[in-house]
């Protein structure tokens, strides 16, 4: 641990709990920030940021200051980041400044990760820079690049409407083209316009105060008047030099939400705003002067390339799943371990009350959330990896990768950012719930983790719309493997597992061969069910299409379908989940990064990942017959051993998450279990308790004083 943790007395109950770890904490954090350096360097990065001597970055007061001061602190911190970071990133490595710049760094996702606040210029990196890189051509880049790096362009990724969503295609924005000789610029123009209310670019983050410059998507009118779709506009929203609007734009922010309320979720509006023909990003395909559109001759893999920027955020937002259920995760299993309700009869009502965490019942909604932390981390690593791989693969002048390969990218990922925030989502909600009423506390860190976090089952493709271009995807595979057709093309693909499981059902082989409870715990075992499950419900929801649109029109048999694709998109979603957390292990040992105690205590958590969902959905393993109804008893009683098992090493698996107190913001997940204390001195921080007489007073004084409240005389009563 830290030194930034420890304080001189810790909680006698945490102390033991921590005593009884059969593993290495510190060794399952190395493995997480990827080895046993960059876990020191993100230890020193967090040590300047908390201890910076101007202060900015103290977030105690956060829960009391209104919005519009917290947008400007964030500002502050940003600004105040930038001025520290050549002490905390290497700025002379070659790399960061040819190729992937500063923000594309391990050092710089730990920077954001210790200011442990959220910062209203995220989008910039987030999604604008990919942007540039992914779909603008090398001119383009020499001379935005620069601009980008140095904050003096700070941007924003302005493609939803206050009228559209997820329906990219509906998307009312126009862009169209203005030739030198009818009043557009030299060279050409493009007019970005707002022509209706439901036009008005909303929601995109960093757009309402922060950003001086959009890629906005818009709908590309060429110079012959033809609609060619949506295609991506450099479009500067204020001055440089003073940031007051540009002629033409209007931006604001959309007003209080949920959570998440540094950042300036703006809208936008454009009356007929001129911008440069070259404003419109040309690596795939360009207007000329002339205004004639041209695509770029490309291969099928490459002409996907414009949806690695989406894919990448949503691998993003699948890695920050994994975090931020884990904070909820060791807020409430901290807590647990220090708070205690109840006494165990058999030591009479004067032992001491029990731990809340041995309770069965805490341990069941818990421990199963944090077995669900550690499986998003390893299922968004990899998905992280496998697009960097991508990347660079794209990059080459000989590319390898089919439109099978990114299609199928596209299926994983889409799949898992639904399934990985939902869960997260509600289970941050429930860690909040098992803290009793201490967790409805803003103190308790939990209503901000959670409003916070509640965007993402929306952002970059909305939870329930996804399933479906999962199964569009997945179903040309069924097609492949009925038709008999070369399946050599899923070689690399992720989705080549269900291939096996498929033909075995096509030939009448679908039963689990578990012939005891402790085969049924087996983790290749369950692997299979996770597998059996994926392909039979992909298989039926592709005969279920087949046969509805025999009936009706496609578009309505696709409709009649889609709770059946959710379930299909679920169920690929768990077995890539179990797959990855099952190799990260292995690869982990195989490193020499963990050894066999941290490998075993993390196979209990996926053993326990594998048996809850499987109990949990146990009706999608028993309605084919797959498991018997004795196999499926097996698996509920292998969940509560798994519990057992895993109570012993439950807060030294949250330790090794290895959250400092300063990120964690939480009075009931401190280190050192010194809570009440904590939640004392919070309470006397509300402005409320400012003087003994309290600010209402004046109010209250014409019912008590001046008896504003009196009906009547007694007599009339």
Same mark, same amino acid.
């Given at each position: 641990?830290?030194?930034?943790?420890?304080?001189?007395?810790?909680n006698?109950?945490?102390?033991?709990?921590?005593?009884r770890a059969?593993?290495?904490?510190e060794?399952i954090?190395n493995?997480?920030d990827?080895?046993?350096?960059?876990?020191?360097?993100?230890?020193?990065?967090e040590d300047i940021?908390?201890l910076?001597?101007?202060?900015?970055?103290?977030?105690?007061?956060n829960?009391?200051?209104?919005r519009?001061?917290?947008?400007v602190?964030?500002l502050?911190?940003?600004?105040?980041?930038?001025?520290? =970071?050549p002490?905390?990133v290497?700025?002379?490595r070659k790399s960061?400044?040819?190729e992937?710049e500063?923000?594309?760094?391990?050092?710089?996702y730990?920077?954001?990760?210790?200011?442990?606040d959220?910062?209203?210029?995220?989008?910039?990196?987030?999604?604008?820079v990919p942007?540039?890189?992914?779909?603008?051509?090398?001119?383009?880049?020499?001379?935005?690049?620069p601009?980008? #790096?140095?904050?003096?362009?700070?941007?924003?990724?302005?493609?939803?409407?206050?009228?559209?969503?997820?329906?990219?295609?509906?998307l009312?924005?126009?862009?169209?083209? *203005?030739?030198e000789?009818?009043g557009?610029?030299?060279?050409?123009s493009?007019?970005?316009?707002?022509p209706?209310?439901?036009?008005?670019?909303?929601?995109p983050?960093s =757009?309402?105060k922060?950003?001086?410059h959009?890629?906005v998507?818009?709908?590309?009118?060429?110079?012959?008047?033809?609609?060619r779709?949506?295609h991506?506009f450099?479009?500067?929203?204020?001055?440089?030099?003073?940031h007051?609007?540009l002629?033409?734009?209007?931006?604001?922010d959309?007003?209080?939400k949920i959570?998440?309320?540094?950042?300036?979720?703006?809208?936008?509006?454009?009356d007929?705003?001129?911008?440069?023909?070259?404003?419109m990003?040309?690596?795939?395909?360009?207007v000329?002067?002339?205004g004639?559109?041209?695509? %770029?001759s490309?291969?099928?893999?490459t002409?996907?390339?414009?949806?690695?920027?989406?894919?990448?955020?949503?691998?993003?937002?699948?890695?920050?799943?994994?975090?931020?259920?884990?904070?909820?995760?060791?807020?409430?299993?901290?807590y647990?371990?220090?708070r205690?309700?109840?006494f165990d009869?058999?030591k009479?009502?004067?032992?001491?009350?029990?731990?809340i965490?041995?309770y069965?019942?805490?341990q069941?909604?818990?421990f199963?959330?944090?077995?669900?932390?550690y499986?998003f981390?390893?299922?968004?690593r990899?998905? *992280?990896?496998?697009?960097?791989a991508t990347?660079k693969?794209?990059?080459?002048?000989?590319?390898?990768l089919?439109?099978?390969?990114?299609a199928? =990218?596209?299926?994983?990922s889409?799949?898992?950012k639904?399934?990985?925030?939902?869960?997260?989502?509600?289970?941050?909600?429930?860690?909040?719930?098992?803290?009793?009423?201490?967790?409805?506390l803003q103190?308790?860190?939990?209503p901000?983790?959670?409003g916070?976090?509640?965007? /993402?089952?929306?952002?970059?493709?909305?939870?329930?719309?996804?399933?479906?271009?999962?199964?569009?995807?997945?179903? %040309?595979?069924?097609?492949?493997?009925?038709?008999?057709?070369?399946?050599d093309?899923?070689?690399?693909?992720r989705?080549?597992?269900l291939?096996?499981?498929?033909q075995?059902?096509m030939?009448?082989?679908?039963?689990c061969?578990?012939?005891n409870?402790?085969?049924?715990?087996?983790?290749?075992t369950l692997?299979k069910?996770f597998?059996?499950?994926?392909a039979?419900?992909?298989?039926?929801?592709?005969q279920m299409v087949?046969?509805k649109s025999?009936?009706?029109t496609f578009?309505k048999a696709?409709?009649?379908?889609l709770?059946?694709m959710?379930?299909?998109s679920?169920a690929?979603?768990? /077995?890539l989940?179990?797959?990855?957390?099952? /190799?990260?292990?292995?690869?982990?040992?195989?490193?020499g990064?963990i050894?066999?105690?941290?490998?075993?205590?993390?196979t209990d958590?996926a053993?326990?990942?594998?048996?809850y969902?499987?109990? #949990?959905?146990?009706?999608?393993?028993?309605?084919?017959?797959?498991?018997?109804?004795?196999?499926?008893?097996?698996?509920?009683?292998?969940?509560?051993?798994m519990?057992h098992?895993i109570?012993?090493?439950?807060?030294?698996l949250?330790?090794?998450?290895?959250f400092?107190?300063? #990120?964690l913001?939480s009075?009931?997940g401190?280190?050192?279990?010194?809570?009440?204390?904590?939640?004392?001195?919070?309470?006397?921080?509300?402005?409320?308790n400012?003087?003994?007489?309290?600010?209402?007073?004046e109010?209250l004084?014409?019912?008590?004083?001046?008896g504003a409240?009196?009906?009547?005389?007694?007599?009339?009563?």
């Amino acid at each position: 641990m830290t030194g930034t943790k420890v304080k001189s007395t810790v909680n006698a109950d945490l102390v033991t709990e921590r005593s009884r770890a059969s593993f290495r904490p510190e060794k399952i954090t190395n493995l997480i920030d990827g080895s046993s350096d960059l876990t020191a360097t993100r230890r020193k990065i967090e040590d300047i940021i908390r201890l910076d001597p101007t202060g900015v970055f103290d977030n105690s007061s956060n829960a009391y200051l209104h919005r519009s001061e917290r947008h400007v602190r964030a500002l502050a911190k940003h600004v105040r980041m930038l001025e520290l =970071l050549p002490s905390m990133v290497n700025t002379e490595r070659k790399s960061l400044r040819q190729e992937d710049e500063i923000v594309m760094s391990h050092e710089w996702y730990a920077v954001l990760c210790a200011i442990a606040d959220d910062l209203p210029t995220s989008l910039h990196w987030v999604m604008f820079v990919p942007n540039i890189y992914s779909l603008c051509d090398e001119e383009q880049k020499a001379e935005w690049l620069p601009k980008v #790096r140095d904050w003096k362009m700070v941007g924003c990724y302005a493609q939803t409407e206050l009228g559209h969503g997820s329906n990219v295609r509906a998307l009312e924005t126009t862009a169209t083209f *203005l030739g030198e000789n009818d009043g557009g610029e030299s060279g050409g123009s493009f007019i970005i316009n707002s022509p209706t209310l439901t036009s008005t670019k909303f929601w995109p983050g960093s =757009l309402g105060k922060t950003a001086n410059h959009a890629m906005v998507i818009a709908r590309l009118i060429d110079g012959e008047k033809v609609d060619r779709g949506m295609h991506n506009f450099l479009v500067p929203l204020r001055s440089m030099e003073d940031h007051s609007h540009l002629p033409g734009v209007i931006t604001g922010d959309i007003g209080p939400k949920i959570g998440y309320n540094n950042m300036d979720n703006g809208f936008a509006r454009f009356d007929h705003v001129k911008i440069p023909r070259r404003n419109m990003a040309m690596k795939f395909s360009i207007v000329d002067e002339n205004g004639k559109y041209i695509k %770029k001759s490309l291969s099928d893999a490459t002409s996907k390339v414009a949806y690695i920027t989406m894919m990448r955020v949503r691998a993003s937002i699948i890695f920050e799943a994994n975090v931020n259920l884990a904070k909820a995760c060791t807020i409430v299993i901290r807590y647990s371990a220090v708070r205690r309700q109840g006494f165990d009869d058999s030591k009479g009502e004067s032992g001491k009350e029990v731990q809340i965490l041995d309770y069965t019942q805490q341990q069941h909604r818990l421990f199963p959330l944090l077995a669900a932390s550690y499986g998003f981390y390893f299922a968004g690593r990899n998905m *992280l990896n496998h697009l960097d791989a991508t990347d660079k693969e794209l990059n080459k002048k000989d590319i390898s990768l089919t439109k099978t390969d990114m299609a199928d =990218l596209h299926a994983s990922s889409s799949c898992l950012k639904s399934f990985c925030t939902m869960i997260a989502a509600d289970g941050i909600e429930e860690c909040r719930k098992a803290c009793g009423g201490h967790g409805f506390l803003q103190c308790s860190g939990l209503p901000e983790l959670l409003g916070a976090y509640l965007q /993402s089952p929306t952002v970059e493709g909305d939870n329930h719309m996804l399933p479906q271009q999962v199964v569009r995807v997945l179903l %040309k595979l069924v097609q492949a493997i009925v038709g008999g057709d070369d399946l050599d093309e899923y070689k690399n693909c992720r989705s080549k597992y269900l291939i096996k499981p498929m033909q075995n059902i096509m030939q009448g082989k679908c039963h689990c061969h578990a012939k005891n409870e402790e085969e049924m715990m087996d983790l290749e075992t369950l692997t299979k069910a996770f597998e059996h499950r994926a392909a039979r419900l992909l298989l039926e929801v592709a005969q279920m299409v087949q046969e509805k649109s025999a009936k009706t029109t496609f578009q309505k048999a696709w409709n009649e379908c889609l709770i059946q694709m959710a379930r299909v998109s679920k169920a690929h979603a768990l /077995s890539l989940v179990v797959q990855s957390f099952t /190799s990260g292990i292995v690869d982990g040992r195989r490193e020499g990064v963990i050894g066999l105690p941290e490998a075993t205590v993390l196979t209990d958590l996926a053993k326990l990942f594998a048996l809850y969902w499987t109990e #949990r959905d146990v009706g999608d393993f028993l309605e084919d017959g797959y498991l018997s109804k004795k196999q499926s008893r097996w698996v509920r009683n292998g969940v509560l051993r798994m519990l057992h098992i895993i109570r012993p090493n439950a807060v030294a698996l949250v330790d090794a998450r290895d959250f400092s107190d300063f #990120r964690l913001k939480s009075d009931l997940g401190r280190y050192d279990g010194d809570v009440y204390p904590a939640i004392m001195a919070s309470a006397m921080k509300d402005p409320l308790n400012a003087n003994a007489v309290g600010p209402g007073y004046e109010h209250l004084r014409k019912m008590y004083v001046e008896g504003a409240g009196v009906v009547g005389t007694a007599s009339r009563l």
